[in-house]
């Protein structure tokens, strides 16, 4: 039986616009009658959780950063973290230092970009004003050294936005020359590195152990690399119509694009028939 639902957030049950469709807001409510909670499961930190999502008697969990964090939001507290240290920070920023990508650090809730790489989100959006707003509202500038930032905390994650004219295989070969990480994407332009032990599928395991919950009773959906690894842990992993041929291979079942709400459309039959 349905008891959690884990889903990817942009490109999945946000829409291409960024925003949710009504369709899913209304299964959210749903879910919530039924007994059944939702996991958002992305790359943002716990304060990027929309605030329809965060707020919602359907939601108490999140997966964050590609599985480094998992996150109860109702009492703002972390229940696991698999952070980078600050060497493994260290020895990837030596590599891709002379690339012409961002090296956007995320510490404590906050995503910071060293201020002499400040353009290249703008330069990395390729002329799209919404993902260029989305990508700065996210970002805080440092003028400090590197090492001096790593003090702050422990790093989660690291994303680095690459232009079109710089070589993703180049910067995605210098994250894999760095040992114990692992690198994904959830955008063309972007190489998201983390602790090789930090995963959304991980995360979702860990999850569903912490709450006694198998994962044959979980569904997962997904559109992106960083969700292969949840799509083939959950009982149930769910393609979004418009996810990348990989996912679409990996998954157990495809529903409708995101801008279809095609999460709602998959579980409405599945919740109304709990009743």
Not at 108 to 126: C, D, T
Not at 210 to 232: E, K, Q, T
């Amino acid at each position: 039986m349905l008891k959690l639902v884990f889903t990817d957030l942009d490109g999945t049950f946000v829409d291409t616009q960024k925003l949710v469709p009504e369709r899913n807001a209304r299964v959210l409510d749903l879910a919530a009658e039924r007994g059944v909670q939702f996991v958002p499961c992305t790359g943002r930190n716990a304060n990027g959780v929309l605030p329809e999502l965060a707020n919602h008697p359907a939601v108490r969990y999140a997966i964050c950063c590609n599985g480094a964090l998992v996150v109860d939001l109702r009492e703002d507290r972390v229940l696991r973290s698999a952070p980078m240290s600050n060497e493994q920070v260290l020895d990837l920023y030596d590599r891709v230092r002379d690339l012409r990508v961002s090296f956007d650090v995320f510490i404590n809730g906050k995503v910071y970009l060293e201020r002499s790489r400040w353009e290249i989100p703008h330069e990395a959006s390729g002329g799209d004003k919404a993902a260029e707003k989305f990508f700065y509202s996210l970002r805080t500038p440092y003028d400090c050294s590197l090492e001096e930032l790593l003090q702050r905390g422990p790093t989660t994650k690291v994303t680095m936005l690459h232009p079109g004219n710089v070589d993703a295989a180049a910067v995605r070969a210098a994250a894999e020359s760095v040992e114990g990480v692992e690198w994904t994407w959830s955008l063309p332009m972007n190489t998201e590195v983390a602790n090789a032990k930090a995963s959304k599928g991980a995360a979702l395991a860990w999850l569903c152990g912490h709450l006694g919950v198998d994962v044959a009773d979980a569904i997962a959906f997904g559109d992106g690399d960083n969700d292969l690894s949840m799509i083939r842990a959950a009982g149930d992993g769910v393609a979004m119509a418009n996810a990348i041929p990989e996912v679409l291979a990996a998954a157990d079942h495809v529903t409708s694009s995101c801008d279809e709400a095609g999460v709602a459309a998959y579980l409405e039959p599945i919740l109304s028939a709990m009743a």
